[in-house]
């Protein structure tokens, strides 16, 4: 699904990316852990386009994606949430769902004019889709309330929400468990273990342990800026140098 050959990024000092490459198989969640300053949500950004690599390849799906525009990467089926989820606040949670799949016919500006009958069906399908999703996440019950209302695990289940409704391949999540209840988060886990077996393919990254060893197989480690090991939840947590990059 996704290949990365010796992705680099450095911001004119030491190498924050340090020529990482991996491979995401089809069909997987692979977790992507280390300790804080690892380079992880720099090396998301380059796989998200946020941030355009000095060096290096990354491919989705067959395609060469590394100095694509972050719209032109979610196009393409790769989509991302945030460590601190943004909604529009003043909007409902269901018209922040709806706005978030690409050209809709109602935002062109004639449209609305000459294709209304065509802007009227495509919204009525794309207010159904949201309806499910918003729906598989556990939150219809707050559908017509502005997203200011909600805790931050609901946001996070919203942010799921809106990524979902645009039908992506692959799933960037970043740290999904932060700063969440353990009621939601179980609840946050399941529903990525349920879109796992529905062929949603995730990278994932976490420091909470028990979401990593329960849910990511591999599990890849950066340090420093450079891949450190990848493998099986149980060997990494075992391994002498990931015990060394945690704890010093």
């Given at each position: 699904m996704l290949i990365a050959e010796g992705l680099t990024k450095g911001f004119g000092g030491p190498l924050i990316v340090d020529r990482v490459s991996f491979?995401?198989?089809?069909?997987?969640?692979?977790?992507l852990i280390g300790?804080?300053?690892?380079?992880?949500?720099?090396?998301?950004?380059?796989?998200?386009?946020?941030?355009?690599?000095?060096?290096?390849?990354?491919t989705l799906d067959g395609t060469r994606i590394e100095r694509l525009r972050p719209d032109e990467v979610f196009a393409r089926g790769m989509a991302r949430t945030f460590q601190i989820p943004r909604p529009f606040p003043a909007m409902t949670v269901l018209e922040n769902v709806m706005l978030a799949p690409q050209a809709q016919l109602g935002e062109r500006f004639w449209a609305n004019w000459f294709q209304a009958g065509s802007v009227a069906a495509q919204e009525r399908a794309l207010r159904e889709r949201a309806r499910h999703w918003i729906n598989f996440v556990g939150l219809s019950h707050l559908i017509q309330q502005p997203a200011r209302v909600l805790s931050g695990g609901q946001r996070k289940l919203l942010e799921?929400?809106?990524?979902?409704?645009?039908?992506p391949k692959l799933i960037l999540l970043d740290e999904p468990a932060a700063g969440v209840a353990p009621p939601l988060l179980a609840i946050i886990m399941e529903?990525?273990?349920?879109?796992?077996?529905?062929?949603?393919?995730f990278l994932i990254i976490e420091h909470n342990m028990e979401l990593v060893m329960s849910l990511c197989r591999p599990v890849m480690v950066l340090a420093q800026g450079r891949k450190l090991l990848e493998g099986a939840p149980?060997?990494?947590?075992?391994?002498?140098?990931?015990i060394e990059a945690y704890l010093g």
């Open positions: 491979t995401l198989p089809r069909g997987c969640i692979m977790g300790p804080n300053g690892a380079g992880k949500t720099t090396l998301f950004n380059c796989l998200a386009g946020s941030l355009r690599p000095e060096a290096g390849t990354l799921l929400a809106r990524v979902l409704v645009a039908e529903k990525i273990a349920a879109l796992n077996a529905l062929g949603t393919s149980e060997e990494v947590r075992r391994d002498p140098r990931v």
